[in-house]
């Protein structure tokens, strides 16, 4: 038979073509359906609400002894044979790393932070061969590690290690790198929230210290010539007062403690206006261990000084009263001097003006945010009347964190 | 001439009262010298204070009437209110000074860091307080009625408008020095006529031999006296001043922890010295009121110093009594209104004033109109189940909170409402069934005994199988509230000369 011509070859041909295709659709399918029982065998991602329990330990995740929770928690969740933790200086939490394979993990993230990139990395098969680990006998068959970045900078990296690692458990374990980056960011946000009150405190220091430091000195050096018991005696108040305003413990401070360096500040300020200032005190008792905020009346004084004597004219009077009312403890301090433009005042309070009310706003801040938003500072005052500030502070305190 | 001589007394001390409360503001020093405006109240003052707002209606009449009745078993009673000041002092007045806390909701708050707990607390204290008012208020309508002849109601809302207003318009509140003057006062009022008495039973043939012989004439227990009945009433004593919210309150006065304990080392003193005077008149009433039953002998403290004393002094000193008496009420509601303002405040309205002044205005009216629609058989019962309603809700919750560090929020809220509920169950079974003797009347009627002890292993059965929440919270608080208090260095150059100022 002659396969050139007639319809019998091409019949053949045609044949062969169908069994040809038949066969490649075959492989295909079967391939894929290894590939899919492979990918189902492997590996599902973790429900969200596992995933939001991780959250806190994502925070402390480079704190000893969380870390190894973290990895336990990892491991468990992702299916995975051993993870580590690793941060600048080495490994600080491991799960189901041997003795024998710490040497190699410890080599990985090493290698893994040199790189300095924020990318997977995934070995199959020995990782000896990569050259990335010293043990060539390293029983782990698969590892990735991702690196870890605050801010764009690295911080440590996360290594997980299993006999075979899918493509689901690494992207997994990269969004979980993701996640952790978040929490940690949040960590430092808060971190630097605290450091900004701080700052603020720090700021009316510094806004206390030159002119008072300057003025206080200058009286005291008046003194030592004609009045050397008192010059004594004002050099140990601005010894008191300045250890007070310049002490690093706490937050909150006593109405009594605050008085006491308020005291000293007086004292010194007495020695500079002579008569010219007169400071009457109303306390009662009950009141004198209300908690308030540190520094939160001696800049209130300040101010009152400053309106009192210093820029109007005759003898200034100042009143200090507290008192309970209910379930407040209600400090008022009150000058007779020259008062404000309250417009003014309020746009200073507001922040729109800088200038000599940083003070008040301040405390007024300050206040709002140890007690919340309604105990902000009273200020009543009008131009040749005088000013009263009352401050209220509650004796419940809800959210009082010091 | 006897009533009109006790109307007067009762509306003297009205009268002063509103004056104090109206010039109460004067009471704070002006001075323009720092040292003496930063000086803290002395614990002295501070625990004539407490003292002043502690010793109520149940101690001021109740001690002496059920005395009278009860005999020999009734002596234990002082022993109780006074021996709940010495646990105080030992577990929980410097700790919780140092916690900063002025109210039980913001102790439970600052150690478990849960609001649940907080609601709970506030409104076991709420309870507590509010029905604490309802004894004052029947002890004056009681004093109306003995002591000036008019109707009982008067006395009531005569206490509880003349509270609210001085607490509304700033007066009483918790000024130290105001309450710490009250409690002499009540001493004072108290010893006159005890002293007068002494010398006419002297001058008297047979009358100090009739005072020896009170305890012999008569049998010494009542027919529901049983030692069951004893134990119980005086551990809910004992351990219910521990949570009292107006007497912790007063503890915030102290400027640290150790200044608290030196005044809760004071008030037992105090205490135990006052109370010498009610028992003498209810060993005076044994003696020559024998026919006194339960139901009339609240009132015997006002009858004794005109039945022992003829004519105008016995008149006169059975108003001064009687005036001792109005004062104590009026102290004691007053301090349970300021507390239960404050709570009601701070829980329901905005913690500032006008929440306060709205909260003292509901809190009496409230008080008033369950006061005038109960009525009291015994003062010192009455407080005994509200002593023992505290003692297992607050207490447990207050002892292992502050020495425990393992309770958790779940355990403290688990024991606090089944303690609660016990003791109001148990109540509530006893009145429907009424009182009869026997074992089960006994454990019905004085709950503390059972109930407290319940309550304290509810909350370590929950505290073990609950997961502790933050302990690292917990930790820093326990600390806090430990640590002694540090002593700054003396400041020696605070001793004045007025050369220069």
Same mark, same amino acid.
């Given at each position: 038979?002659?396969?050139?011509?007639?319809?019998?070859?091409?019949?053949?041909?045609?044949?062969?073509?169908?069994?040809?295709?038949?066969?490649?659709?075959?492989?295909?399918?079967?391939?894929?359906?290894?590939?899919?029982?492979?990918?189902? *065998?492997?590996?599902?991602?973790?429900?969200?609400?596992?995933?939001?329990?991780?959250?806190?330990?994502?925070?402390?995740?480079?704190?000893?002894?969380?870390?190894?929770?973290?990895?336990?928690?990892?491991?468990?969740?992702?299916?995975?044979?051993?993870?580590?933790?690793?941060?600048?200086?080495?490994?600080?939490?491991?799960?189901?790393?041997?003795?024998?394979?710490?040497?190699?993990?410890?080599?990985?993230?090493?290698?893994?932070?040199?790189?300095?990139?924020?990318?997977?990395?995934?070995?199959?098969?020995?990782?000896?061969?990569?050259?990335?680990?010293?043990?060539?006998?390293?029983?782990?068959?698969?590892?990735?590690?991702?690196?870890?970045?605050?801010?764009?900078?690295?911080?440590?990296?996360?290594?997980?290690?299993?006999?075979?690692?899918?493509?689901?458990?690494?992207?997994?374990?990269?969004?979980?790198?993701?996640?952790? *980056?978040?929490?940690?960011?949040?960590? *430092?946000?808060?971190?630097?929230?605290?450091?900004?009150?701080?700052?603020?405190?720090?700021?009316?220091?510094?806004?206390?210290?030159?002119?008072?430091?300057?003025?206080?000195?200058?009286?005291?050096?008046?003194?030592?010539?004609?009045?050397?018991?008192?010059?004594?005696?004002?050099?140990?108040?601005?010894?008191?007062?300045?250890?007070?305003?310049?002490?690093?413990?706490?937050?909150?401070?006593?109405?009594?403690? *605050?008085?006491?360096?308020?005291?000293?500040?007086?004292?010194?300020?007495?020695?500079?206006?002579?008569?010219?200032?007169?400071?009457?005190?109303?306390?009662?008792?009950?009141?004198?261990?209300?908690?308030?905020?540190?520094?939160?009346?001696?800049?209130?004084?300040?101010?009152?000084?400053?309106?009192?004597?210093?820029?109007?004219?005759?003898?200034?009077?100042?009143?200090?009263?507290?008192?309970?009312?209910?379930?407040?403890?209600?400090?008022?301090?009150?000058?007779?001097g020259a008062g404000m433009d309250p417009d003014r005042l309020r746009a200073a309070l507001a922040g729109n003006l800088d200038g000599h009310h940083v003070g008040l706003s301040n405390v007024d801040t300050r206040m709002r945010r140890a007690f919340g938003d309604e105990f902000h500072l009273i200020i009543d005052t009008a131009p040749g009347e005088g000013t009263l500030i009352t401050l209220r502070i509650p004796k419940l305190q809800r959210d009082l964190k010091d | 001439m006897n009533n009109v001589a006790g109307l007067l007394g009762l509306l003297v001390i009205l009268a002063l009262t509103i004056l104090i409360g109206v010039y109460s503001r004067k009471f704070s020093r002006t001075t323009s010298d720092f040292y003496v405006a930063s000086r803290a109240a002395r614990p002295w003052w501070n625990a004539s204070a407490i003292g002043g707002e502690y010793l109520a209606s149940a101690s001021y009449l109740g001690v002496a009437g059920l005395i009278a009745v009860a005999g020999r078993n009734a002596l234990l009673?002082?022993?109780?209110?006074?021996?709940?000041?010495?646990?105080?002092?030992?577990?929980?007045?410097?700790?919780?000074?140092?916690?900063?806390?002025?109210?039980?909701?913001?102790?439970?708050?600052?150690?478990?860091?849960?609001?649940?707990?907080?609601?709970?607390?506030?409104?076991?204290?709420?309870?507590?307080?509010?029905?604490?008012?309802?004894?004052?208020?029947?002890?004056?309508?009681?004093?109306?009625?003995?002591?000036?002849?008019?109707?009982?109601?008067?006395?009531?809302?005569?206490?509880?408008?003349?509270?609210?207003?001085?607490?509304?318009?700033?007066?009483?509140?918790?000024?130290?020095?105001?309450?710490?003057?009250?409690?002499?006062?009540?001493?004072?009022?108290?010893?006159?006529?005890?002293?007068?008495?002494?010398?006419?039973?002297?001058?008297?043939?047979?009358?100090?031999?009739?005072?020896?012989?009170?305890?012999?004439?008569?049998?010494?227990?009542?027919?529901?006296?049983?030692?069951?009945?004893?134990?119980?009433?005086?551990?809910?004593?004992?351990?219910?001043?521990?949570?009292?919210?107006?007497?912790?309150?007063?503890?915030?006065?102290?400027?640290?922890?150790?200044?608290?304990?030196?005044?809760?080392?004071?008030?037992?003193?105090?205490?135990?010295?006052?109370?010498?005077?009610?028992?003498?008149?209810?060993?005076?009433?044994?003696?020559?009121?024998?026919?006194?039953?339960?139901?009339?002998?609240?009132?015997?403290?006002?009858?004794?110093?005109?039945?022992?004393?003829?004519?105008?002094?016995?008149?006169?000193?059975?108003?001064?009594?009687?005036?001792?008496?109005?004062?104590?009420?009026?102290?004691?509601?007053?301090?349970?209104?300021?507390?239960?303002?404050?709570?009601?405040?701070?829980?329901?309205?905005?913690?500032?004033?006008?929440?306060?002044?709205?909260?003292?205005?509901?809190?009496?009216?409230?008080?008033?109109?369950?006061?005038?629609?109960?009525?009291?058989?015994?003062?010192?019962?009455?407080?005994?189940?509200?002593?023992?309603?505290?003692?297992?809700?607050?207490?447990?919750?207050?002892?292992?909170?502050?020495?425990?560090?393992?309770?958790?929020?779940?355990?403290?809220?688990?024991?606090?409402?089944?303690?609660?509920?016990?003791?109001?169950?148990?109540?509530?079974?006893?009145?429907?069934?009424?009182?009869?003797?026997?074992?089960?009347?006994?454990?019905?009627?004085?709950?503390?005994?059972?109930?407290?002890?319940?309550?304290?292993?509810?909350?370590?059965?929950?505290?073990?199988?609950?997961?502790?929440?933050?302990?690292?919270?917990?930790?820093?608080?326990?600390?806090?509230?430990?640590?002694?208090?540090?002593?700054?260095?003396?400041?020696?150059?605070?001793?004045?000369?007025?050369?220069?100022?």
């Open positions: 038979m002659d396969l050139n011509d007639g319809p019998g070859g091409l019949v053949l041909a045609m044949l062969g073509f169908l069994v040809l295709g038949l066969a490649g659709t075959a492989v295909f399918l079967l391939v894929k359906r290894r590939a899919a029982r492979h990918a189902s *065998e492997g590996f599902a991602p973790p429900p969200l609400n596992s995933i939001s329990s991780l959250l806190p330990y994502f925070r402390a995740a480079f704190e000893p002894g969380k870390s190894d929770r973290l990895a336990a928690r990892l491991a468990g969740l992702l299916q995975l044979d051993a993870v580590a933790v690793a941060d600048l200086d080495g490994i600080v939490g491991a799960h189901g790393v041997g003795a024998d394979e710490f040497e190699c993990v410890r080599a990985i993230a090493e290698r893994q932070l040199a790189i300095e990139r924020n990318q997977v990395h995934r070995h199959r098969g020995n990782p000896g061969d990569g050259a990335s680990c010293s043990d060539p006998y390293c029983p782990q068959k698969s590892y990735a590690t991702i690196g870890i970045r605050v801010e764009g900078r690295p911080v440590g990296t996360l290594c997980a290690l299993g006999t075979s690692l899918s493509n689901n458990q690494v992207r997994a374990l990269s969004d979980m790198c993701r996640l952790m *980056e978040a929490q940690l960011s949040l960590r *430092e946000l808060k971190h630097a929230r605290a450091l900004l009150e701080e700052a603020e405190v720090d700021s009316l220091r510094a806004q206390i210290s030159p002119h008072f430091i300057y003025n206080a000195l200058n009286v005291i050096a008046t003194f030592i010539a004609t009045d050397s018991v008192r010059a004594r005696k004002l050099v140990i108040e601005f010894a008191n007062f300045t250890r007070y305003s310049f002490r690093k413990a706490g937050r909150f401070t006593s109405l009594a403690d *605050e008085l006491r360096a308020i005291e000293s500040y007086v004292l010194l300020q007495e020695a500079r206006y002579g008569s010219r200032l007169k400071v009457t005190l109303q306390i009662s008792p009950e009141s004198l261990s209300a908690r308030i905020p540190y520094l939160s009346l001696q800049p209130l004084v300040e101010n009152a000084i400053r309106h009192g004597v210093e820029s109007a004219e005759g003898d200034g009077h100042i009143q200090i009263k507290a008192h309970e009312e209910g379930a407040l403890t209600v400090v008022t301090i009150e000058d007779d | 009673i002082p022993l109780g209110y006074t021996a709940g000041f010495l646990l105080l002092l030992m577990f929980v007045a410097a700790p919780l000074r140092r916690s900063n806390a002025y109210t039980l909701p913001d102790f439970a708050q600052a150690r478990f860091g849960s609001l649940a707990v907080r609601r709970v607390t506030a409104i076991v204290s709420i309870m507590i307080c509010g029905t604490y008012v309802v004894p004052q208020l029947h002890g004056a309508a009681l004093t109306v009625e003995v002591a000036a002849g008019l109707p009982p109601w008067t006395g009531s809302a005569a206490v509880a408008a003349v509270v609210c207003l001085t607490v509304v318009t700033g007066g009483m509140r918790s000024i130290t020095f105001v309450q710490a003057i009250q409690f002499w006062f009540k001493v004072a009022a108290m010893a006159f006529p005890l002293a007068f008495m002494a010398f006419a039973l002297m001058g008297r043939e047979n009358g100090l031999a009739a005072v020896s012989m009170a305890f012999e004439r008569l049998p010494g227990d009542s027919a529901e006296a049983s030692p069951y009945r004893t134990v119980s009433l005086l551990m809910a004593l004992i351990l219910g001043t521990i949570g009292l919210p107006h007497v912790l309150a007063r503890f915030y006065t102290s400027p640290d922890g150790g200044s608290a304990r030196r005044t809760g080392t004071i008030v037992p003193c105090l205490v135990a010295g006052f109370y010498l005077l009610p028992m003498s008149y209810g060993v005076l009433g044994r003696a020559f009121m024998p026919a006194v039953r339960q139901g009339e002998a609240d009132a015997l403290v006002l009858l004794l110093p005109d039945l022992l004393l003829d004519g105008v002094p016995g008149a006169a000193l059975s108003a001064v009594v009687a005036a001792g008496a109005f004062s104590a009420f009026l102290a004691t509601t007053s301090g349970l209104i300021v507390a239960l303002a404050a709570v009601v405040s701070q829980e329901f309205f905005h913690s500032d004033v006008a929440g306060f002044q709205w909260a003292a205005i509901i809190s009496s009216a409230s008080t008033l109109a369950v006061s005038l629609f109960t009525s009291s058989v015994s003062l010192v019962e009455t407080v005994a189940l509200i002593f023992a309603f505290s003692a297992a809700t607050i207490v447990p919750m207050l002892i292992l909170g502050i020495w425990w560090p393992r309770l958790t929020p779940s355990g403290a809220a688990a024991g606090m409402i089944s303690g609660g509920s016990l003791v109001v169950t148990a109540l509530v079974i006893h009145t429907i069934m009424g009182s009869t003797a026997g074992p089960v009347s006994d454990l019905l009627a004085q709950p503390a005994a059972w109930a407290v002890p319940t309550s304290f292993a509810i909350m370590i059965a929950v505290s073990l199988t609950s997961k502790p929440t933050n302990p690292a919270r917990v930790e820093r608080f326990m600390r806090q509230i430990h640590r002694p208090d540090f002593e700054l260095p003396a400041k020696s150059h605070r001793k004045r000369d007025n050369t220069w100022t």
